[in-house]
């Protein structure tokens, strides 16, 4: 009986933090704010390493380190448990062919499918970069390439150093408008 009963107060901890991350990120884990990644869709292990990089100041924005501060360990494997099993919804949106060959070829000629799966789903730390949204993946990519993201990982800014802006542009169409 007592574990039933903690297993119901942490369960409604969950729910009421995925509330909360729905503000921004989609009551589905599917962001329809600029700038907001989604969330569904992502692995499991990527999520939780992302979530306790945040939560111990060491990625993400401020407000994303508040509202994770003090957040317990089993919450954030939850959380991660939780988004990983939504279906991705890419934004719909035009897709402008020149920009998405071109983006196609940066891909391909980059090898970013190596690390990401040449459906780019994202795998185990990988982060899913097919059907995210467009300015999300700009606006990361070019803080990697700046080293201007927290927590940013040398492998990325390094995969991304020289690519010119008209590029990585590119490259965020393309992979923004892969399902």
């Given at each position: 009986?007592?574990?039933?009963l903690?297993?119901?107060?942490?369960?409604?901890?969950?729910d009421?933090?995925?509330?909360?991350?729905?503000g921004?990120?989609?009551?589905?884990?599917?962001?329809?704010?600029?700038?907001?990644?989604s969330?569904?869709?992502?692995?499991?292990?990527?999520?939780?390493n992302?979530?306790?990089?945040?939560?111990?100041?060491?990625?993400?924005t401020?407000?994303?380190?508040?509202?994770l501060?003090?957040?317990?360990?089993k919450?954030?494997?939850a959380?991660a448990s939780?988004y990983?099993k939504?279906?991705p919804?890419?934004?719909?949106?035009?897709?402008?062919?020149?920009?998405f060959?071109?983006?196609?070829?940066?891909?391909?000629?980059?090898?970013?499918?190596?690390c990401?799966l040449?459906?780019?789903?994202?795998?185990?730390?990988?982060?899913?970069?097919?059907?995210?949204?467009?300015?999300?993946?700009?606006?990361?990519?070019?803080?990697?390439?700046?080293?201007?993201?927290?927590?940013?990982d040398t492998?990325?800014?390094?995969?991304l150093?020289?690519?010119?802006?008209p590029?990585?542009?590119?490259?965020?169409?393309?992979?923004?408008r892969?399902k």
């Open positions: 009986m007592l574990t039933a903690f297993l119901s107060v942490a369960q409604a901890q969950v009421e933090r995925v509330k909360i991350c729905g921004c990120h989609g009551a589905d884990g599917n962001s329809q704010i600029a700038g907001t990644p969330l569904a869709g992502q692995p499991r292990v990527f999520l939780e992302y979530l306790v990089l945040t939560r111990e100041g060491l990625a993400g401020d407000v994303m380190r508040q509202l501060k003090g957040v317990p360990d919450e954030i494997v959380l939780h990983s939504l279906a919804k890419p934004v719909a949106s035009k897709i402008i062919k020149s920009l060959l071109r983006g196609q070829d940066v891909a391909a000629n980059n090898r970013c499918g190596s990401h040449p459906d780019f789903r994202g795998r185990e730390q990988m982060p899913r970069l097919a059907g995210q949204r467009e300015e999300y993946l700009a606006g990361a990519m070019f803080a990697y390439r700046q080293n201007r993201r927290p927590g940013g492998i990325m800014a390094a995969s150093y020289g690519i010119p802006d590029d990585v542009k590119a490259l965020a169409h393309y992979l923004s892969l």
